[in-house]
Structure formats: C-alpha cells, structure tokens
C-alpha cells in the first residue's frame, strides 16, 4: 500500500485515504475505515465501483476488452487449451504438466457418478420445469449426500475431492434434467471418455446405440465452456462469495450462484436472445423496428445480448464466439436463419447513436445460442450451459475467498424509511 494522495475533506477535516495498485495499474481507494474515521458510508447502488475483494484469479479491462485468467490472455486459452486445463488453471493458479492434468482428469472423472436417489428427486419434477431450477435444487441437494461438506471449518487442504465432486456431478446433473425433460433414459457416465464428449453422451446418448460425439461439437463446446469459465466479481461470482462468506458450504453457495446465473440480465441473457431472435423472425425479420423499440424508454425491451457492465468497448469472448459460430455452422453444415437476423442486428445497432454513445456492444451471450443450438442444444438448456462454464471460476472465486479468510460479507445501507414512531394499538390506528 503506497502513502496516499488521495484524501477526503468533510467537515472542516482532510482525511487521507490508504491507496492501493494492482497488478495490471488499476488504482483503489480504500474505504473500509471510512466509517470508523469519518461517520460516513459510501453509497453504490448494484456495487458499480466498488471492488468487494483482492482477486488474483481474473482481470478485465473494460475499456481495452481485455479478458485473462491467471494472466493468460482468453483468446490464448480459447484457441489453444481445454476446459479441464482452464479448470485447473482457474483453481490452483497455474496451468497444469501433463501428469497434474492427468491426475485431476483421473480425479474428475471417477466422481460423475451420482448418488441413485437423485434420480428421484428428478423423477418428481413436472416434465415443463426449467432446467435451471433444477440444477439449483439438486446441487443444495449434494450437501446432504456429503455431510462432512457441512464442517464450517473444515481444513481448506481436503477440499480438493469436494471440487472435483462438484465440477464433475454438475456434467451429469445438467445432462440428466435435460434427459428428466424428455422423457428419456438418463445414461450413466462413461469413463474412457474426455469430460466435454462425456457431457455430450450423457445428453445425446441412448442405451440403445453407441453415442460418437462430432469432433467439431466437442471443440466448439470446449471453446464455449472456457469462455464462460470465470469473470471475476460478476452477479453470480459474487454471490457465491457472499453465502460462503457466512461459511456456508460449497454446495449451498453455488447453487445460490447458479440461482444469480438463472437471471436474464445475467447468463439468462443466452435463452433471452435467441427468444428474441426468433420474434424478430417470426414479426417478419424488420430489425431497425426492435432497435428501435430497444431505443423507446417507455417501452421495457431492450436488446438482450447488448451491453455489459465492465466491457464499454467489446466483449473479446462475444469476438471470439462470433467467429467459432460461423465455423461451427459451416462445418456442421447448418444454415440458422437466426443468425443473419443477429448479424444484422448487430450491424444496425452498432451504427445507431444510441448504441454508440452508451457503448453497447455485443455481449457473451449473443452469439453463444445460435452454437449452442447448431448442437442441438435446446434453448432452456442454454444459461445450464453457461453454469456447466461458470462453476471452477465459482469455485475458485469460494477457494479464494475462505483461503483468504475474508470476513462475512455485509454491505451498509441508507435508511430512508419513516423515522422513530411508537407503536399504536389497532383499534387506534
Ligand atoms: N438495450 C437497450 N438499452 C440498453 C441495453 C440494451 N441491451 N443495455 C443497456 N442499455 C441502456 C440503458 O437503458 C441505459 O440507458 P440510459 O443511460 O439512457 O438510462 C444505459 O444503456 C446503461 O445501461 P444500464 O442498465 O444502466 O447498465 P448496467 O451496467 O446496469 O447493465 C446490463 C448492464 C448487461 C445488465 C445491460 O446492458 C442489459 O440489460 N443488457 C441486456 C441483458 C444482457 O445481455 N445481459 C448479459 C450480460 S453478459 C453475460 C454476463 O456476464 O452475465
């Protein structure tokens, strides 16, 4: 922490506030004494500048579109590793040697099998749940079938299976509500297979014939999967955060993530969007009509898929998969109607003064469906997906914040509701 040139005059008195720099020179002004010196709270309604933690695990730069896990810049780690080396990178900081990356493979591998009676709870929901719903329950439901998992202070060092557990449960999980959904058989995990064509077997797969998965669909979930993996304190991350923080277990503090994902200003944006698209389509394929409802304060559509909290120039995930679903569609020989819809719609509103002069942009979510769909994916499946991507960032976003032993979260408030009043018997009120 360097001496400080940053001071706050209140009251007739100058207080210094401490600054601190991270790695990549992005200055903080800390505040967390704030109060004990001054009286005085800060008020950041959505937390849109405050930073809730010191995290070595993610970094964005919003203006610049920068995006790295670790260090390693994205596009690096999209073009050239896999989502179970992204995993490991993401929980243990450095990216694996072949036998670390066999071990933890080893590791996830042998946990994706689910307990029997999950079964049971899938059985009983209605076939028309969402599958989001789903996963949240049954993965607050794991907490039970792993009691030690309970243990607020559990040693931090066994809680590697606990991960693994989780990250390899979650493949099973999500494939079987989509199974649960149909109707069908679930089926059983595979061994020999890597945990991204294990995925696609356990969703497309039938007991009755072998499943090969498509080579192209097994690089192109992995892309997928990796781009979702971590972004930093985002709405879900940081609520995964925030239940931890109270020592809560892991199961109960990522189910509450998946629950932050479920939103569609979150990753419920990937279903909004191609919802979207498809009544642009359905209304006769008029684009500048819903950019211009999108442009309307009086009317609540906005364009899903645009805009971002932290990216103000482009989102490098939303470039990279913009790329890969072209590839994907060709390869796969799929010709999506939808997506010129969304190239268009990207073309018109990024031209629009609107758009540009609050830096919207495409987001993750834009063009991620349209993959996802040219897999075969089903559209309520799709912010599943993006959770399936998202859990080692959550669980590294957890490991890192009991590691640091941070205190519970809390946030301040201002009251602005009705002063002391006394209380009134009902028949004088
Ligand atoms: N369509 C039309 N107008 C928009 C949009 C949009 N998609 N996004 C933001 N705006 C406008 C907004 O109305 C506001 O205008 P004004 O200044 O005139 O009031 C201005 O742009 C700033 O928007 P904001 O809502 O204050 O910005 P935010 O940082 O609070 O919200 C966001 C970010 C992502 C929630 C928002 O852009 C949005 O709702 N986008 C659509 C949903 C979406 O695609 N979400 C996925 C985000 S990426 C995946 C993830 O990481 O979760």
């Given at each position: 922490m360097s001496s400080s040139p940053a001071e706050l005059h209140y009251n007739g008195q100058v207080y210094p506030l401490p600054l601190l720099v991270g790695t990549e020179n992005e200055p903080a002004v800390d505040i967390s004494k704030l109060r004990d010196d001054t009286g005085l709270v800060t008020l950041d309604i959505g937390y849109k500048?405050?930073?809730?933690t010191k995290s070595a695990i993610t970094f964005i730069d919003g203006d610049a579109g920068i995006l790295s896990y670790r260090g390693y810049p994205i596009e690096q780690l999209a073009a050239n590793s896999s989502f179970m080396e992204v995993s490991y990178l993401l929980l243990y900081g450095e990216l694996p040697t072949m036998s670390q990356l066999e071990t933890f493979n080893h590791s996830i591998t042998h946990r994706t099998l689910v307990h029997e009676n999950i079964k049971k709870f899938l059985d009983a929901?209605?076939?028309?749940?969402h599958p989001m719903g789903v996963l949240m329950s049954t993965i607050a439901s794991l907490s039970s079938f792993y009691?030690?998992?309970?243990?607020?202070?559990?040693?931090?060092?066994?809680?590697d299976r606990t991960y693994h557990r989780l990250i390899a449960k979650m493949a099973t999980i999500a494939a079987w509500t989509y199974k649960k959904s149909l109707g069908h058989p679930y089926m059983y995990p595979n061994n020999k297979l890597d945990y991204v064509s294990n995925f696609l077997q356990m969703m497309?797969?039938?007991?009755?014939e072998d499943y090969i998965a498509d080579p192209v669909v097994v690089d192109a979930l992995n892309k997928l999967l990796i781009l979702h993996a971590d972004h930093e304190q985002n709405c879900s991350a940081s609520t995964v955060r925030m239940v931890g923080s109270s020592h809560a277990n892991i199961y109960a503090a990522v189910a509450a993530g998946v629950g932050a994902l479920w939103g569609p200003l979150h990753g419920g944006a990937n279903q909004a969007v191609i919802e979207m698209l498809e009544q642009i389509r359905a209304d006769g394929g008029q684009v500048s009509k819903f950019v211009a409802k999108a442009k309307?304060?009086?009317?609540?559509f906005r364009l899903m898929g645009f805009g971002h909290r932290v990216y103000k120039n482009f989102d490098p995930r939303a470039r990279i998969i913009k790329e890969a679903c072209d590839q994907v569609l060709n390869k796969l020989g799929v010709n999506d109607p939808v997506l010129d819809i969304a190239k268009q719609l990207e073309t018109t509103a990024l031209q629009d003064d609107y758009f540009i002069e609050r830096k919207l942009y495409p987001n993750v979510d834009f063009y991620s469906g349209i993959i996802y769909r040219a897999i075969g994916i089903p559209t309520d499946m799709f912010t599943v997906m993006f959770a399936l991507g998202r859990l080692p960032g959550w669980i590294a976003q957890w490991k890192e914040m009991r590691e640091l032993n941070e205190p519970i979260g809390r946030p301040r408030q201002v009251y602005v509701g009705h002063p002391r009043r006394d209380y009134l018997p009902i028949t004088k009120r």
């Open positions: 500048n405050t930073g809730a929901y209605p076939a028309s749940t009691p030690n998992s309970l243990i607020a202070n559990r040693p931090m060092a066994d809680m497309f797969g039938h007991r009755t309307d304060k009086n009317d609540p």
